[in-house]
């Protein structure tokens, strides 16, 4: 069922592909990602990282969007998940950010999506005390506490 | 046995002065972004330095720019060939002086930039903070404050690499409250809070634009 609504996305033109992950950075879903499994799992570590960063001191964030010369990565939170997207045109942006809220909506009420969610429950804290960060890593995130 | 560490625990100044106060000769390497500077130095004087494309007193001037990279003192190095002949003290002093110089300038360009970004409709704030997550200049911030921008700043960077990516133009992010963009500016990290009302799209052209 997940699957489909995520479908909905990768059917705008320039999306190149969409995963679903927890909290944690997990993947739940991945369609046409552009990279092997290990690195999109690596990727969305890191900007599951940055939500837990901001979770840490008190605020939620419910969107980002990470922009390169012709490349776009946007991602959308909303409570214990979160839809990331790669971008390859920036021209169906708006149609993208509608279809997301509707496609997130209709995932935190499947209840299969929800299940395997759940399996992962947890608010991210363990993305700022991994053992894999780095050394700046690791000083940034000392002075978050 | 060499020496080793990195320019971020002990300065260059500093191991200039400590191999030249110890009258040693020696070649000081010095690798930063992939790049690599080096500097003899003759019975405690500086004989000869390389940074590519430069060779002798531009060189060491460059070089002082240099806030962080490895570096390794091979102790008993001659030099392969004499390109500075001025007393240590006076490259040292010279080499300060137009480090001060750029550093004063840099300052008054980043002010610039900020009152020009604080006239941008939407701008609520803006600031400058380094990659250590340390404020520069602007609307003061909290260290949690700015350490969190340099982090999410940094997972930017990092994820860029896995996708084979410079790092990003910008980064914007939305929270109840406002919304924040990074964006990289020489060795800095500008950082701009925007009225949630204001869409990204209609306040990036006018930002992009100041920033250049």
Known sequence: ?????????????????????????????????????HVIERIARHIMRMIAAYHKLGSDVREIELVWQNYRLLVMAAGPLALIIFCRSLRTI????????????????????MKKINKHAARGERLLKTTDLDQLEINLISKLQ | MALVGNLR????????????????????????AGKYGTIYFHEGQIAHAEYDPD??????????????????????????????????????????HQLDAIEIEDDSKDIRLLSMLMNVKGVKKAGVIDRDGVSQKGEIRSEKDSALRALVYHEAALLSTLLKLEAPHYISLVSKAQRTILIEGDKKIVTIDIEPKYQLETVMPFIEKVIG
């Open chain 1, 1 to 37: 069922m997940g699957n489909r609504w995520l479908s909905e996305i990768t059917d705008i033109n320039g999306v190149e592909g969409v995963i679903l992950v927890t909290l944690e950075g997990d993947v739940i879903e991945n369609i046409g990602a552009p990279a092997d499994l």
């Open chain 2, 55 to 96: 060779i002798g007193e531009q060189a060491l001037y460059r070089m002082l720019h240099l806030s962080e990279g490895k570096f390794k003192v091979e102790n008993g190095v001659r030099p392969p060939l004499i390109s500075i002949s001025t007393n240590w003290n006076n490259l040292l002093l010279e080499g300060l």
């Open chain 1, 94 to 113: 708006s149609l993208l950010r509608i279809t997301l809220n509707v496609v997130l909506a209709h995932l935190s009420e499947d209840k299969k999506t």
């Open chain 2, 9 to 32: 625990d002990l300065k260059l100044p500093n191991l200039i002065q400590l191999n030249c106060m110890e009258r040693n000769t020696a070649k000081l390497t010095v690798e930063h």
